[in-house]
């Protein structure tokens, strides 16, 4: 709760320049990572690495993000952003450098999978999405949304990587992706975020004090479909919940089985199927763009329910998996067209509204960590997801049965989704 007395907000309320640099974060720090996806084809050509043990790389980058969640989560608690985000763009640049000097694939095993990853994770969501549940209630998921419209926006990357090997070769592109993070968003974490409003004399929403709360939008405050929290829990609390572990394994079957198992192999379906990597490419920067699109309409949960949302989403996104499975050798790029602007729109609309489920569930001075801990289930999911599709590639020759297990994961998904919502975080196991 707020002590002491704090000045009633007028005109433009600062949260929005915490969402405006977090947003440029999410495009730039996502970006690198999912520019692998495009890299990956150059790695295969140069190096003749099978399938399963180059996408090995990123499985590894996932989990090791994972596994670092929590420990950045804990630091986003106790230090805030403005002192950690800039190690981690250090750690970025170094091993980006690094990778474009390797020529073994358990260099890059170590560099990207380990080194990168680590500094994407102390630079990344763990970091603001803390932050952004201090600054935002009433608003939490426009707010979530436009940041990860940001994420949305990281796939355009994938383009500028494309016209960045073919003038630069990949190690020049690795080089001058690696640059961008510690000269755009480091200096403008350290120069710009600020931790709570209180801090400035402002309230969550810039909200006037007789309306401010700290609580979640739940049932009671608002139509998220979510019950706030009687009390601040700590992760030892949260973990005996049956909410938490709800969220865990959606996000374990959402971000990692389903969908880090497409984004890894989406590039390598589309040129296998007979179009060009640029093709491929513009492809995969198409989804991105409607992604962040989808995202923009994070409001809709904050208005009409959190699972009702979320359960429109779902249903597109197996829509979307139904037309890329029906594409083939020939097909008509109108079929990709249609998936990508399918697929990335819910999944923009689904992004921040499980993002914002996990905030009004747990939000408070420990919400850091917990959310740490969460994305471990991410980490875990999206390390096997990419392998996964590998492996089906190497022994089968196509992609259909993973396709398959995703929208197997999408289900699963939805269901605990569903049930999150609705459910009270003091609800012991």
Known sequence: MFKGRLSRPRGFFYGWVIVAVFF??????????????????????????????????????IVVYGLVAPVSGRLADKFGPRKIVPLGTLLIAAGMVACSMASRIWQFYI??????SVGICVSGWSQFAPILSEWFVRRRAAALGIVSAGYGLCFALSSLTEFLISRLG?????????????????????????????????????DPAA?????????????SG??????????????????????????????????????????????????????????????G?????????????????????????SAGLIAAMLILIAAGEGASPWMLYAYAALFGFCMGVGTPTLNAIQADLFQGRSFGTINGFLMLGFGIGGSLGPWIGGVIYDTRGTYIPAFSIAIFSYVVTCVLVLKAAHARTRAAI
């Not at 520019?35 to 150059?42: E, I, K, P, R």
């Not at 560099?111 to 990168?116: E, Q, S």
């Not at 309306?211 to 139509?223: D, F, K, Q």
């Not at 829990?233 to 909410?243: D, K, N, S």
Request: proline share 3%.
């Open 24 to 61: 440029l974060v999410d495009v730039i720090v996502y970006g690198i990572r999912n520019s692998f996806s495009v890299f990956y084809l150059s790695l295969l050509d140069e190096f003749g690495w099978g399938r399963a043990g180059t996408v090995g790389i990123f499985s590894l980058h």
């Open 211 to 223: 309306t401010g709360s700290r609580g979640g939008s739940g049932e009671a405050g608002g139509a």
């Open 111 to 116: 560099l990207f999978g380990v080194i990168i």
């Open 170 to 206: 990949w190690r020049g592109a690795l080089v001058a992706l690696g640059a961008i993070p510690i000269l755009t968003i480091a200096p403008l974490t350290v120069l710009l975020v600020k931790r709570r409003p209180e801090e400035m004399g402002l309230w969550p929403d810039g």
């Open 226 to 287: 979510v019950d706030s929290p009687a009390v601040e829990l700590t992760l030892a609390e949260a973990v005996r919940t049956y909410p938490f572990w709800m969220i865990f394994f959606a996000n374990f079957f959402f971000w990692g089985i389903g969908t880090n198992m497409i984004l890894a192999h989406q590039v390598a379906f589309v040129n296998d199927i007979g179009y060009s990597e640029a093709f491929a490419a513009f492809i995969l920067s198409l989804y």
């Open 289 to 313: 763009v409607v992604y962040a699109v989808g995202n923009l309409f994070g409001f809709v949960s904050d208005r009409f329910g959190r699972g009702r949302t979320f359960a429109v989403g």
